[in-house]
Nanobody, 117 residues
Framework: QVQLVESGGGLVQPGGSLLLSCVASVREIAAMGWFRQAPGNRRELVASITYYGRTDYADFAKGRFTISRDNAKTTAFLQMNNLKPEDTAVYYC?????????????WGQGTRVTVSS
């Protein structure tokens, strides 16, 4: 079964840090990314990373968040520093699953991040 499993969310005070992890159940993964969705808002891109390590960040993430992948390319991480209350959201992992003849986008179940004092 092709799936992504996220972990690492939780409650943190403003200015704190969290490390999110996303593990894919298959190796045929190209790009991976993190999205977030706050109540009443659209899901938005936080950061993405290609198979070869090229990264891209939303403006709000630049300088505070870092996306990375392990050597096996099946796990993505999102290091979040200097968290703000407006970072409160459910964070979703996304990946491009490659199979013979095509590809499809897969999503994790989400991990909740709450930034509050």
């Amino acid at each position: 079964q092709v799936q992504l499993v996220e972990s690492g969310g939780g409650l943190v005070q403003p200015g704190g840090s969290l490390l999110l992890s996303c593990v894919a159940s298959v190796r045929e993964i190209a790009a991976m990314g993190w999205f977030r969705q706050a109540p009443g808002n659209r899901r938005e891109l936080v950061a993405s990373i290609t198979y070869y390590g090229r990264t891209d960040y939303a403006d709000f993430a630049k300088g505070r968040f870092t996306i990375s992948r392990d050597n096996a390319k099946t796990t993505a991480f999102l290091q979040m520093n200097n968290l703000k209350p407006e970072d409160t959201a459910v964070y979703y992992c996304n990946a491009d699953y490659m199979y013979t003849g095509g590809s499809r986008s897969i999503w994790g179940q989400g991990t909740r991040v709450t930034v509050s004092s």
